[in-house]
């Protein structure tokens, strides 16, 4: 079984919808992130959590919202989807030592599509 | 602020060609760095690390040294193969840096042709 897993994989929605993306973790890990990358321009971060009493902004947060509902699962909102919110959607995990020593482990990604 | 430049792809070699992807890092304090790989379809993978001064990491054929005198990490491979096709994202991570997260380059798309 992967140990970070998303869901949905891809979904297609129309402007003005709300969207939640969910992110699970089976690595025992604290600290959680959403990323989303858009081509050209990388991976950017949205927000992250250190646990769950401990949510922070990322650089690109305006327009999402998240809730760290345990230490295993952390979902990505958004409360009105739009066009440019179309792209790739990565959750992401790493230890306290983690961005340090080890980096962090990514989920298999959920594509977003806004009409 | 932290920032990563990488090289522009796509980047197009000849099987058991030699490879190098150029990235250049600026940073507040003291950076990890790490280069992921992410194949079609999937997310990204560690490919490899170096966590201070002169490290070198490896990782399947690939290095890369951390050069602090020239805020360099590039990526080398003696021989590419076509399953080494895919995209790489330089990184660094800055320990105690106030924000948390990766900061990453913009991808570099590797294509190998048998």
């Known amino acids: 079984d992967a140990d970070v897993t998303q869901t949905p994989r891809n979904r297609i929605t129309k402007t003005g919808k709300r969207i939640m993306l969910e992110c699970s973790q089976t690595k025992g890990h604290d600290r959680m992130y959403w990323y989303r990358q858009d081509p050209g321009l990388g991976l950017r971060l949205i927000y992250y959590s250190f646990d769950v009493k401990d949510i922070n902004k990322g650089e690109i947060s305006d327009g999402y919202s998240v809730s760290r509902q345990a230490q295993a699962k952390f979902s990505l909102s958004l409360e009105s989807a739009i066009p440019n919110q179309t792209a790739l959607y990565f959750c992401?995990?790493?230890?306290?030592?983690?961005?340090?020593?080890?980096?962090?482990?990514f989920g298999p990604g959920t594509r977003l599509t806004v009409l | 602020g932290n920032s990563v430049t990488q090289m522009e792809g796509p980047v197009t070699l000849s099987e058991e060609a030699f490879l190098t992807i150029n990235c250049t890092y600026t940073a507040t304090g003291y950076p990890s760095l790490f280069w992921y790989v992410q194949y079609p379809g999937e997310g990204l993978q560690l490919l490899l690390k170096a966590t201070k001064a002169d490290d070198k990491g490896s990782n399947k054929g690939f290095e890369a040294t951390y050069r602090k005198e020239t805020t360099s990490f590039h990526l080398e491979k003696g021989s590419v193969q076509v399953s080494d096709s895919a995209v790489y994202f330089c990184?660094?991570?800055?320990w105690g840096g106030g924000a948390d997260g990766l900061t990453f380059g913009k991808g570099t798309h590797l294509i190998i042709q048998p």
């Open positions: 990184a660094l991570s800055v």
């Open positions: 992401a995990t790493s230890d306290l030592g983690g961005l340090a020593e080890g980096g962090q482990f």
